[in-house]
């Protein structure tokens, strides 16, 4: 049985490489399929459960229907694991004969899917993962999330204007920590700060507890940490536990470590942490505050950054079928994409015609308590900031 599926696997994958994709039968021309792979399980499900929680908001407030076509949803687990975000993109194209294939918790899931995009001529929007490369490796790629280059560079560029001089970095061992850590220490240095400390932990399952005396030990006047949405909770957790806040070295950061579907449960230490981000469920723009209590009656929780690069990803996807009046050939959809303006809850955004990925507003915000609850606070923007990993090339 092993081997027959595996043969089926390897036969899915050669059909797409060999471009039958392109040449089978047309799709229903009256549905638009869109197939979402998340995850869904595993350390990363909050941000799979947030994505879909948002799209199951924006259909339910705009249709189902766009460009006089039924949307149809086809949702598939791949847990964070890219081998099974491969299986499941390639499922999806060879037997549902999607539109478009979206989602993708982290980087190696829609580096992944990658190729199969390419050669399927079929639009892959990234609604989470961070890395610059991304929109590098496949002309099919379009994202609504954010990079890391984006909020690393201006938390570096904050932290030393307003007195940090010693910092220790806490970073996850895979491609968008590496992207939180290059960008931050390149601006945190130039300003004339200085890394006291400098340990990468692993991406599944991480014990921060050792990593975090090290942290203590090095004397820092503050720690930056990128960890990925989900694990803000955990590393809060172990950060208290070993006594970090009351020897008054307090977190800064890109504001994965801060989600907000999370931060309420890390207590008071997580109070004064000061993060650049894309978004706050707090934001005071009457858009968010409509979005928040729309998601919170639906899901009983707060939305995070990962719910609205989902809830903007959908609406990329509608938007670009009602420019190409319900045409779904991948090309004719990129274009409809590109340079593509619209308010979100997070502010402002659009889609950089050349590069493909977001620009948007960056906040800094701190963590501070309102009504008995913690929120993440803005208080100052940088609008407009495109992805730095791009810029700089």
Known sequence: MFVRNHLLSLAAGAAVVAGVVVASPARAADSVKIGLILPMTGGQASTGKQIDNAIKLYMQEHGD??????????????GAVPDKTKTAAQELIVNDKVNFIAGFGITPAALAAAPLATEAKIPEVVMAAGTSIITEKSPYIVRT??????????????????????????????????????????????GGGQIVEEVKVPLANPDFAPFLQRMKDSKPDAMFVFVPAGQGGSFMKQYAERGLDKAGIKVIGPGDVMDDDLLNGMGDA?????????????????????????????????????????????HLIYEALKKTNGDTNGDKLIAAMKGMKWESPRGPISIDPETRDIIQNVYIRKVEKKDGELYNVEFQTFPDVKDAGKTKK
């Open 65 to 78: 229907t766009v460009a006089g076509k039924k949307v149809e949803i086809i949702l598939k687990d791949d």
């Open 145 to 190: 999330s954010f990079t890391l280059a984006q909020s690393s560079t201006i938390i570096g560029d904050w932290a030393v204007k307003n007195g940090i001089k010693k910092v220790a970095t806490l970073t996850s061992d895979y491609a968008p920590g590496n992207d939180a850590l290059n960008f931050f220490k390149q601006h945190f240095t130039a």
């Open 270 to 314: 997580a109070l004064g942490t000061v993060t650049a981000h894309i978004y706050s469920a707090a934001h005071p723009s009457q858009m968010n505050k409509d979005f928040v209590a729309a998601y919170k009656k639906d899901f009983s929780n707060r939305p995070g950054f990962m719910a609205v690069g989902g809830y903007d990803g959908i």
